[in-house]
């Protein structure tokens, strides 16, 4: 089974856990349908979600020498240890296109694999026992739950991967749609048009958010972040720019002498009104709950490797999935229940296998 064990806990409320079971499971079929349909033979099949990378590079992921010992929980728990890592930087984009298409910013993502955690995990990564923390360059997902991502990808299913009729209801009356989705489906614009007004001229040097929560020990939740170390200097778009500028940007900065850090931080909290677990739209007021540092990412430079072919198809082997984790950091709420099935369907179709058996078992002694 690929969830091998889960933790009880006083966070999650599912109202309707038999229609969510059977939601997954169409969007984790139209998930299959769509892979089909953007990639006919010969070409080979991309990751259902962030197909189109910047580059993947080597990191050390070291926690925190000094972390607060009511932090010490799950990976972080022995200050100071170091875990080798790898890091993915993707648009999440389900097409590879112009970065900047229709001359509109898109939303970018960073993708960490901390390697050999020595636990038990949610999910084996192909045999090996590795967290992944999922991030994307803003603090909410455009969509709530599990029911709005099926809309979504019914549209996306029928109108060619052009998500724009999900806004309708916004314009027009539309019979079905209550009055909560609306209020969902304006939020959900609301997100997108902030995720265009983001620049983003260089993936290593803007902040990312995990943007749903995750259980840090049995009794609190967290969401985490990973900022650039150094100042954050105001992203602005080349003019003129290529259709892979994030990827050149990236190479050029792997390419020179500058070692990249991010501090990696958790906003935790215990059992409270507000913390809307079950949708992935909602952000915790950075004021009322502010990030804490609690380990350090460092990038070395030069990595010009990272440009050369072989490199390049070892790190598209690699498999992203929140659910590769440890029970302390399970993945909580609605859209994580759901990223569990249509990551592990994307995987079987990349791989052409069953789920679990595909990309990501024969991953396993091929890192980048």
């Given at each position: 089974m690929p969830n091998e064990q889960t933790t009880a806990n006083p966070f999650e409320s599912n109202p309707d856990p038999e229609e969510e079971t059977r939601q997954i499971e169409e969007v984790a079929n139209l998930t299959e349908e769509l892979l089909d349909m953007r990639y006919s033979a010969p070409r080979p099949i991309l990751r259902g979600v962030h197909p189109k990378s910047h580059g993947c590079v080597k990191a050390v992921f070291e926690v925190n020498a000094d972390i607060a010992e009511n932090l010490r929980v799950g990976l972080f728990a022995v200050p100071g240890k170091k875990y080798d890592a790898r890091i993915r930087f993707s648009n999440a984009s389900v097409r590879v296109e112009h970065d900047l298409k229709d001359g509109k910013n898109g939303s970018r993502g960073m993708a960490i694999k901390v390697l050999d955690v020595?636990?038990?995990v949610l999910q084996e990564d192909g045999g090996a026992h590795n967290q992944d923390f999922l991030m994307i360059n803003q603090p909410a997902f455009a969509f709530a739950n599990t029911e709005d991502y099926l809309?979504?990808?019914k549209i996306i299913r029928e109108h060619n991967d052009d998500p724009s009729i999900f806004f309708a209801p916004l314009k027009v009356t539309i019979p079905g749609i209550t009055d909560e989705q609306k209020?969902?489906?304006?939020?959900?614009?609301?997100?997108?048009q902030q995720i265009q007004s983001m620049p983003v001229a260089n993936p290593l040097e803007v902040r990312y958010f995990s943007a749903a929560p995750f259980l840090f020990g049995p009794d609190r939740v967290m969401k985490f972040s990973a900022t650039p170390s150094l100042s954050q200097e105001p992203q602005t778009v080349p003019e003129n720019p290529g259709e892979n500028y994030l990827s050149e940007a990236l190479e050029k900065t792997m390419s020179g002498t500058e070692d990249i850090r991010f501090d990696f931080q958790v906003q935790v909290r215990g059992k409270e009104d507000g913390l809307n677990i079950e949708d992935a739209s909602t952000v915790w007021d950075e004021t009322e709950v502010p990030f804490v540092d609690v380990a350090r990412i460092t990038i070395?430079?030069?990595q010009k490797e990272i440009t050369t072919p072989n490199y390049?198809?070892?790190c598209e082997r690699l498999v992203f999935t929140p659910w590769h984790s440890l029970a302390e950091h399970q993945p909580l709420g609605s859209i994580n229940r759901l990223r569990r099935a249509v990551y592990l369907a994307s995987d079987a179709k990349r791989g052409g296998g069953r789920p679990g058996r595909g990309a990501s078992a024969k991953r396993k002694d091929h890192r980048p």
């Open positions: 020595g636990e038990t809309r979504l990808t209020r969902r489906i304006l939020n959900s614009f609301k997100i997108v070395r430079a030069p390049i198809e070892r």
